[in-house]
């Protein structure tokens, strides 16, 4: 039997629900998944003079064969876009501008950095997203920036910033998309803090300088990004969900939230409908926590199905704007994003394919055994049979064979960088 022949039984199965499922196919073609650089590097950059890893995060693995050039890293990027369906976007950060081999301080850089990664971006069709890099740097060594109480490196991050949303201003302008420009800084204490209010007082000074130059969010969208704790950061971290939550919603922000960045028990998918009460958008990063923020690789799990079935249930596929962050060294990274990113789309087509607004229904009438019911009975509807269809339809490898692709590219590209190396 060939794919088309299955999708229409499988369609039929859904149509008998009233889901129609070509108009579902059509819809989740415009929705862009914002696929984070970083996976390809182990968020490393390209500065000249570029740091350790620090931040309070980590990269563990050795796999061969990652990115060390601009080159490189589109290179890769344009491999992983060629096996996941759709048209997306490249989220950046600072710390992969080109600087023409000369030191650049972060506070200096210019949109003119960024000038191949824009080129680039236009011959493919995407978009970009953006992020200051407050970490890996030696003004970040003590594990404080926007919070310090240094005013002298607080002011080299501030400037840092701005500098950071005019490039995001850069990338919106030249590619008729807004960037979202994210702030994420690793502020916070190791042990039981003396004093949570002042650190967060500089914090909201500092984001009160940075947002006091307008720019029109027709070019750049501002998000920040909470966390809950990190390596050096355990008992304490500046920005968190409740810092940001406020910031965003009393300055019209986008708050971000990342799903490692809560406690174990606690769940994203929960939060998007209350937070969408109260904010026109809100960001993600959709990532995977194992026993803590260890930005596993994304697979098709509950809060994954979760996540996507509150963003289309709530009708907010143009409010949630969706980004990646997971950064796995320990196989091939071209992989990593393959995988995670299309498992991302494979969710929302999920939750594109359940009767919600029955399922709605049925929860107001408090048939509560129906809702139950019938949510369990769709995890087996012929869904596969549509994804399959729609990665055929638009033109990437369907089911495992991207594996094979990636595959070669590893023999043909990626072993070479090592052996060159070596
Ligand atoms: C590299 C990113 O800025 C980083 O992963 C951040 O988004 C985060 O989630 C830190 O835990
Ligand atoms: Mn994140």
Known sequence: MTLNEKYEIAKK???????????????????????????????A???????????????????????????????????????????????????????????????????????????????????????????SHEKAADGLTLSHPDEKIREFWINHCIASRKIGEYFGKELGTPSLTNIWIPDGYKDVPSDRLTPRQRL????????????????????????????????????????????ALKNNKLCLLDT?????????????????????????????????????????????????????RNGALDKVMIGLDFFDASINRVAAWTIGTRNMIKALLYAMLVPNEHLKQLQEDGNFTERLALMEEFKTYPFGAIWDYYCEKMGVPVKETWLEDVKQYEQDVLVKRDSVLA
């Open 13 to 43: 199965e859904y149509e008998k629900w009233g889901i129609d499922v070509d108009n579902v196919l059509e819809q989740l073609k415009n929705v862009p998944i914002s696929i984070h650089c970083w996976q390809g590097d182990d968020i």
């Open 204 to 247: 909201k000074n500092s984001l009160d300088t940075i947002f006091s130059e307008e720019i029109n969010e027709e070019y750049n969208l501002d998000a920040v990004e909470s966390k809950l704790f990190g390596i050096g950061s355990e008992s304490y971290v500046v920005g968190s969900h409740e810092f940001y939550f406020g910031y």
């Open 45 to 135: 950059g390209f500065e000249v003079n570029k740091g350790e890893l620090s931040g309070g995060i980590d990269v563990t693995g050795n796999y061969p064969g990652k990115a060390r050039t601009p080159e490189e890293l589109r290179a890769d990027l344009e491999k992983a876009l060629s096996l996941i369906p759709g048209k997306h976007r490249v989220n950046l950060h600072a710390i992969y501008g080109e600087t023409n081999g000369e030191v650049v301080e972060r506070d200096q850089l210019e949109p003119k950095h960024f000038e191949n990664w824009v080129k680039w971006a236009k011959e493919h069709g995407l978009g970009l997203d953006f992020n200051p890099t407050l970490f």
């Open 260 to 312: 490692g960045h809560f406690h174990p028990t606690e769940t994203v998918s929960n939060k998007i409908s209350s937070m969408l009460l109260y904010s026109d958008k809100i960001a993600l990063h959709v990532s995977r926590p194992v026993r803590w923020d260890s930005d596993h690789v994304v697979t098709l799990d509950d809060e994954l199905r979760e996540i996507a079935l509150e963003i289309v």
